[in-house]
């Protein structure tokens, strides 16, 4: 390696469970792919921070060689983005303005990763010693193992139940960051609503507010609708899909909701943060958040 720091900037505090193995992994991957610089992540708070060209500047200046060919890269959620609001500018343009250039997992966040690990989980979960060998550890007092169909089981339910739900947060993350407007409170009726009123609903507050940061597209609507299918889904509930809702809905929500059902059911002492830290160690090469951390990537720096 050069010595030379390249910059990777990553949502989160110093505290999120998930730097660590962003900083491992990723050191890994630039080892074994021979790349010359040494990753350097840091950790920016929200995704709104990798669009602040005064931040960012600021490892562009730290960097002697190392951003000259390559952006400073960002890696964020992608949340309920479509596909239009993914796209970037040139190499070029983007290191010229001194900006990050953003690179979304494939999945909503890097919790949905863990809900595809369901067996690891149960596995790890029925390891648990019957008492506690140190203060704040994980036990478990029931003596029945958790199975990965029970895992999965819960979550569909889960899922199944908060189709409205997701379809509102959607909308919501769509028309936050485009109308100058504090707070989107959802309609009243919003759960009972059928899909052509809460479509005439989203069309008018997107009309009627003022723009801010991003443009509006007349056929931004449109666009959610047919990415994620809500349609269907709201319209016809049996065509949900547990793959589909593990990749595209909310995972924090969903991996806490899990965490207490394996709780409650099992009768287990489990602090999220540290269940979280201690999956992420227990990733392999084959699992589908290294993979997908490593296509990321790589598609940058070779």
Known sequence: MSGELFYILVEGDPDSPELTFLQERINKIFIDNNISYIPQIEEVGGCSSFFNPYLTKVFYRLSKKAHKNIPVLAIADSDYRVKEDKKYEDNNKIIESKKSKILYWQRHEWENYLLEETQLIANFVNQFPEKSQKSGGFYKKSTIDITKDDLDNHLKCYFSSKIKEEFFECLKFNLSPRINYPSISKPENFEIDNVETIENWFLNYFKDKEITVKPKRTTLYTEIKNEFGWDSLVNNPDTFSLDFSKKYFRGKEALNSLIDFISNEFQC????????????????????????????LLKELQ
């Open 269 to 296: 002492n489990i602090d999220k943060k540290y269940f979280r830290i201690e999956l992420l160690k227990q990733m392999d090469n084959d699992s589908l958040i290294i993979k997908d951390l490593k296509s990321l």
